[in-house]
């Protein structure tokens, strides 16, 4: 991450991640929809269990991150991990 100098910056920043998450989103559901043609029947194709599973699964994913992040913070502002 990049210390932003202004609130250009930021929105600059966020607009850039923005379009990169657009991007994967349209990339993931092409392969959801190569997946459909393995399905047998309409229900197995709406899945609204896998859509949960991804849900639960992105969650997880960015609750560690964010609590990774959130230790090494830690670590580096805890003076003893210095000496």
Known sequence: MIDCKNIDEV????D???????QLMSERSKYVRQAAKFKKNIDD??????VEEFIAKVRNL???KRNYEKA????LSDSSWYE
Do not use: M
């Open 72 to 75: 090494s913070n830690q670590k």
């Open 45 to 50: 194709v709406k899945a609204p269990k896998s």
């Open 16 to 22: 850039i991640i923005d379009r990169e998450i657009v």
């Open 62 to 64: 960015a609750f560690i």
């Open 11 to 14: 929105r600059a920043k966020i």
